[in-house]
């Protein structure tokens, strides 16, 4: 049966009571955003600013200028300098592993879990931005069926099943699977989880959101934000 699901998290997850709440990043910390970024996708490819001035045709001073968060550059001279770091631009703007990585320990993760503590939720990656990707653990307790909340049109789910079983209900049709597993189905349509077994099911789920707006009717924004709160994803 569907449950209403609550947030849970490990108390040492607020221990920054100090931080200053998220907002919307003015312009000069974008400009820093851009200068770190630039800085950290040099130093990996051990290029000197001498040498990426040569491969990117960019100058070096206008390239120190960037990095320093003293100039703001264009479109077209960030281009020239992806293309000879070998990334797109939009490594320029990433908010999160901005040294290359980011570790996200499980202790200090939030769970978003079922009032009846039968399915819960685990968001696998950075919370601090907009992503065209969600990675989710899931846990479901023997018995337990997990009504899915009906996606935008367009969201796929890509799921694998790590531990136990797990009956897949897509519209009318079912589909059980073994550890190991993985099913894919779009997000749009009625579907639930159920595990069978008699013991707890672990499963892994990437949801990749739809890219453009659809054309047909979308979820109403109160679905949007319901289905943010059951998966502890920004609205």
């Not at 990117?56 to 264009?74: D, F, H, K, N």
């Not at 907009?130 to 899931?138: G, T, V």
């Amino acid at each position: 049966m569907h449950s209403p699901l609550a947030l849970v998290r490990d108390p040492s997850a607020d221990a920054d009571t100090d931080a200053a709440p998220r907002s919307a990043e003015p312009f000069d910390a974008l400009e820093q955003l851009v200068g770190v970024n630039l800085a950290r996708l040099r130093a990996e490819r051990q290029l000197s600013l001498d040498a990426l001035a040569r491969a990117s045709g960019v100058s070096r001073a206008m390239l120190a200028q960037i990095e320093s968060a003293r100039s703001v550059p264009s479109i077209k001279v960030l281009c020239k300098v992806a293309a000879a770091l070998k990334v797109s631009v939009a490594a320029f703007l990433r908010r999160h592993a901005t040294n290359g990585f980011e570790h996200l320990p499980a202790e200090r993760s939030a769970r978003v879990v079922s009032a009846n503590g039968r399915y819960s939720v685990r968001p696998l990656y950075p919370d601090d931005e907009s992503i065209a990707a969600e990675f989710h653990e899931l846990r479901i307790a023997p018995l337990h069926t997990e009504a899915g909340i009906r996606r935008t049109p367009g969201t796929t789910v890509n799921l694998v099943v790590s531990d136990g079983t797990l009956e897949v209900s897509v519209h009318d049709q079912r589909q059980l699977l073994a550890t190991g597993d993985a099913i894919v189905f779009d997000a749009d349509q009625p579907h639930s989880l159920r595990n069978p077994g008699d013991t707890e099911a672990r499963a892994f789920r990437v949801t990749l959101r739809a890219e453009t707006p659809p054309r047909w009717q979308a979820p109403a924004a109160g679905v949007a934000r319901d289905e943010a709160a059951r998966e502890g994803v920004p609205g």
